[in-house]
């Protein structure tokens, strides 16, 4: 069973860097001395595995799901229980009882904070998702260009119909600065805002593009980018201050 603070990366559109976000975040609060889990809850569209570069399996103990440990957090993907990059193909009913096995069938032990990576939008998968945990508290990404905005409001607007908290509103790719200086804002300004003041909550962080690598792959981990670190921990120092303030020394 899941415990711990519970928080549900969420969005209104793919290609936002709604996972990107939820593995930097997960990683910063393990590098803050937290015990998490990051669940990879896009059934369809899952990526965690890819993005941490995670090539081990679960292992099964007592008919029990052991999650994948990697750099001090546990891990657990659909991605992992499938063979190279197959699709899955299945049908709603499926799916829920695969993310029931998730929640139910994982050993998850002790954890201060879950970090749930969901599907975007507000489809049967989501909202079956908001259903099962009434208990998450919800952070909405966007980009700054109008269109994500409109879309990812639909996301807020159904996570209050549900009953959920919104934390706030992550703004990613909110500028690029090549030189390390100047800002060029690719996507436009103020969506991040704009979302948050539609939906009466706050901006938590504005994430820049991270510059690419050596080899042209685009940086995605705080491992790879000192700027991106320094916001992650930022961010993730303002979640444990909201949500567990006696822990802060």
Request: glycine content about 10%.
């Amino acid at each position: 069973m899941l415990n711990g603070n519970i928080i549900a990366i969420t969005s209104g559109k793919g290609g936002v860097g709604k996972s990107t976000v939820a593995v930097n975040l997960a990683l910063s609060l393990a590098d803050l001395g937290k015990k998490v889990a990051l669940i990879d809850l896009d059934i369809y569209g899952y990526s965690i595995p890819k993005i941490l570069n995670i090539e081990s399996k679960p292992k099964t103990m007592n008919n029990k799901i052991i999650p994948v440990g990697h750099e001090n957090i546990t891990v657990m993907s659909m991605g992992f229980l499938l063979k190279g990059n197959e699709p899955v193909v299945w049908r709603g009913p499926m799916i829920g009882k695969m993310v029931g096995h998730f929640f139910d069938e994982v050993i998850w032990g002790k954890q201060d904070f879950v970090i749930l990576d969901l599907p975007p939008g507000t489809g049967d998968m989501a909202l079956d998702l908001h259903q099962k945990l009434p208990q998450c508290q919800e952070i909405i990404v966007t980009t700054p260009h109008p269109n994500a905005v409109h879309v990812a409001e639909r996301t807020g607007i159904m996570a209050k119909q549900t009953n959920h908290t919104i934390l706030g509103v992550i703004e990613n790719m909110s500028y690029f600065t090549p030189d390390g200086m100047e800002k060029y804002f690719i996507f436009g300004q103020g969506g991040g805002k704009k979302l948050a003041t539609n939906l009466g909550t706050d901006v938590l962080a504005s994430i820049p593009l991270a510059s690419p690598q050596e080899n042209g792959e685009p940086s995605v981990l705080i491992t790879d980018e000192p700027e991106l670190k320094n916001i992650y921990q930022s961010l993730a120092k303002d979640l444990i201050n909201k949500l567990t303030p006696e822990t802060i020394q």
